[in-house]
């Protein structure tokens, strides 16, 4: 008797009927994920228990003896439960799982051969299968209640109003004083990301605002300091109005094709917030509105995603407007503006860090 694999997983299709070939392997049977082994039963679909040899493989019995196929029973989402356990208890439903899943590169494709229809479909199983404790759930992210809300708000509106405050009084040193609260509102939202690339960034804008200010004048960095409290409040209703949709959707591509044009929306809130910021401060918005939307955007991929990712593309860009070009930082801000449609639209940006 041939020792049976446990972890072996049982592709055939249970529509398929015809018997398969040893040497050829059956027809129909769909593709695995990498890491399981897959042995085939001699008469799949004829009846034959699962993890019990068959006694022939046709008239005569021509198919038996050790070339002969086998098929156990798996259970391939057991095992990708085990493989992802922390992010399936961590997670607060099974929208933030799907999310987790794509990061690691599972597709609505790779989904189909664990016999879901899609990721969100998968999840929704391994979100269910997750023994879990008692204690209350944890808040879904993104959405802070009450006071912490009013809090981050608060924060938010402190730079405008400390450079604006400077400014109006005449006080020296008013243009680096409205270039550190600017970084430093942009670092604090970024603190989750940590690391070394992620210091790097910062330092980055501080000296691209710091740089900028000193070409083109106080008013500069007081109209960016302005549209801090803006961008919090366009990257908060980004947050909230792309885990709803991601909510919605039943398929990655759907929720792709509709965090686009929502992304694409809240920049242009955005460009008219800083564009009114810059007339109060008395900045040219020519400068000032592409150096606001490449801060804004720098803190969108900050806060979105994994841990690693996205903190070279912003350091770049970031580095690229130190060229004292008049080009240099809206250049700038188009390419991160591709990379940040391109890497938002994706459901695992929206997975807590």
């Known amino acids: 008797m041939t020792t049976l694999d446990p972890y072996a997983l049982d592709t055939a299709d249970p529509a398929d009927t015809t018997t398969p070939d040893a040497a050829t392997g059956p ?3 769909a593709t695995v994920p990498p890491g399981y082994r897959v042995a085939h039963a001699p008469g799949a679909g004829d009846g034959t228990p699962s993890g019990t040899a068959s006694g022939a493989n046709g008239p005569g019995g021509n198919g038996a003896g050790p070339q002969g196929a086998r098929r156990t029973g798996g259970d391939p989402v057991k095992a990708l439960l085990h493989r992802h356990r922390e992010l399936c208890e961590r997670a607060v439903d099974p ?14 494709r790779t989904a189909a051969r664990f016999r879901h229809r899609d990721v969100f479909s998968l999840a929704e199983e391994l979100y269910a299968r997750t023994p879990r ?3 209350a759930p944890l808040a879904a992210p993104g959405t802070p209640a009450g006071p912490r809300a009013a809090r981050r708000l608060g924060y938010a509106l402190l730079p405008g109003a400390v450079a604006l405050g400077a400014s109006s009084v005449g006080m020296p040193g008013a243009g680096p004083l409205a270039a550190l609260v600017t970084v430093a509102a942009l670092v604090w939202p970024g603190r989750a990301a940590g690391g070394r690339l992620a210091s790097t960034a910062h330092l980055l804008a501080a000296l691209a605002v710091g740089w900028a200010v000193h070409r083109h004048g106080p008013a500069l960095g007081v109209a960016l300091a302005l549209a801090v409290a803006p961008g919090h409040l366009a990257g908060s209703l980004f947050a909230a109005r792309a885990r709803r949709r991601l909510a919605g ?9 509709g965090a686009r044009p929502l992304l694409g929306g809240i920049l242009l809130l955005f460009a008219a917030a800083a564009t009114g910021a810059a007339a109060v401060a008395g900045a040219a918005p020519a400068v000032a509105v592409p150096f606001a939307v490449l801060l804004f955007v720098a803190r969108l991929l900050l806060t979105h995603g994994s841990r690693r990712a996205h903190r070279v593309p912003v350091a770049l860009a970031l580095a690229f ?11 700038a801000a188009a390419g991160l503006l591709v990379h940040a449609v391109l890497a938002l639209s994706r459901a695992s940006a929206h997975a807590r860090p």
């Open 249 to 257: 959707s039943r398929a990655l591509e759907d929720f792709a094709a």
């Open 133 to 135: 404790g008692g204690g």
């Open 95 to 108: 929208l933030e799982i799907a999310a987790g899943l794509e990061a690691h590169g599972i597709t609505d």
């Open 321 to 331: 407007a130190l060229v004292p070009v008049a080009a240099a930082v809206p250049v």
């Open 27 to 29: 027809p129909g049977v």
